[in-house]
């Protein structure tokens, strides 16, 4: 296994330090709403399983507590629809964002090997596949790798970031039929499942209807070469714990857990312990979710007075934003077309920091992703802001 030096690949949040800037100048201070970083408390539940198992001195379990596995697997029947993941098939991560970097490395992909990824996507999908030497292929379209030997991995990432685009039961069979014919794994990325948004995603108790990548109706019942992938922070407010797991097939999960054994890559036992604590209790997340909702209605509001379409946006923590032209909303109106960069100008000089479509792929340079991530207060003067007068 070598990995392929990307230390001249620029990280693309360095990159806006005009945007930056710009935004700081304002004279009644800047907004972020560029960064999917939880602002909300970590809730109690979790917080008191942390700290009742803080006497961790001894070294925790690279596989994962009896507990948290049986909890992952319960969640999954629970929240997910999926009833038969085996607890011998889980294996706590890092954070999901090491597993999405490292993945391609870890199942021993390189050069003449194609990882697939969405048209507009979370850019870790295409550094993991340069990493391992790897070709990353950028496409929504099944058809453009199906049949395809030298396609080794293809991601699925529902709820998408940044686009907030739900797959639906159809087209995730389809993904994984095709990646069955040539024995491709497929790996769902499904961190924002807990937060649904459109009608048909939620159920009358607003629990998520997503379909996972497990989801019987998708699998056909056999969990082979797929995985999913979750992280907690985004439903439980724990980013700064790095909580996460990969669940599905047990031959990859044995896999992976033995390479992870050599390499020490170990969820701390605190962090299992909170993350056991986490998916047993669903209130806090219904309680988190109506936060988001507040904010997210208030920002889609003002988009829309401001002349923005919000596209897709059916779940997750972001709005993908584009200008109509509507002559309308107000004299200072973004240009229909108008490249992200410069939409992200027209924010910053209103002091409110987005994130360029162009991050996630040239097919996102004409939106703006803006994350309901900050506190009441600061979507409240953002609201202000974006409204025309």
């Known amino acids: 296994m070598g990995f392929a030096d990307l230390s001249a690949l620029a990280y693309p949040w360095d990159t806006l330090g005009d945007v930056r800037a710009t935004a700081r100048a304002h004279p009644d201070g800047v907004l972020d709403l560029s960064i999917g970083t939880p602002v909300d408390p970590t809730p109690a539940v979790v917080r008191d399983a942390l700290a009742a198992a803080s006497d961790a001195h001894g070294y925790p379990l690279t596989h994962g507590t009896p507990a948290l596995r049986a909890a992952v697997a319960a969640w999954f029947a629970r929240r997910r ?3 038969d993941v085996d607890p011998e098939a889980v294996l706590p991560t890092v954070g999901s964002k090491e597993l999405v970097g490292l993945l391609p490395s870890l199942l021993g992909l ?18 993991g596949a340069r990493l391992a030497g790897a070709t990353p292929l950028a496409t929504d379209d099944v058809d453009a790798w199906a049949g395809r030997p030298d396609v080794r991995l293809v991601w699925v990432n529902s709820p998408g970031n940044p686009t907030g685009a739900v797959a639906d039961v159809a087209h995730l069979r389809r993904v994984v039929d095709a990646a069955r014919e040539t024995g491709a794994v497929v790996v769902g990325d499904e961190c924002y499942a807990e937060l649904p948004w459109a009608d048909r995603w939620t159920g009358p108790d607003g629990a998520s209807l997503v379909p996972s990548l497990l989801d019987p109706r998708v ?23 790095r909580a996460a797991f990969v669940a599905g097939d047990p031959a990859l999960v044995r896999g992976l857990l033995a390479t992870r054994k050599h390499l020490g890559m170990i969820v701390p036992a605190p962090v299992q312990a909170a993350m056991t604590a986490a998916l047993g209790d669903d209130a806090h997340v219904a309680a988190q979710r109506a936060v988001y909702a507040g904010r997210r209605a208030a920002l889609l509001g003002a988009l829309g007075a401001a002349g923005f379409a919000v596209d897709g946006s059916e779940a997750g923590l972001y709005l993908w934003a584009r200008p109509t032209g509507d002559a309308r909303a107000g004299a200072d109106v973004p240009v229909e077309g108008a490249t992200s960069r410069e939409l992200a100008a027209w924010f910053a000089r209103r002091g409110i920091l987005v994130g360029p479509g162009e991050f996630y792929g040239p097919a996102g340079d004409r939106h703006v992703r803006v994350a309901l991530t900050a506190p009441d207060d600061d979507v409240t003067r953002a609201v202000a802001r974006i409204t025309p007068s």
């Open 81 to 83: 629809g999926v009833p």
């Open 219 to 241: 699998s056909g019942g056999s969990h082979e070469r797929l995985l999913v992938a979750y992280s907690l922070s985004k439903q439980s407010n724990v980013a700064g714990y």
């Open 110 to 127: 390189g050069p003449g090997d194609v990882v697939v990824h969405p048209a507009v996507a979370y850019p870790t999908y295409d550094v």
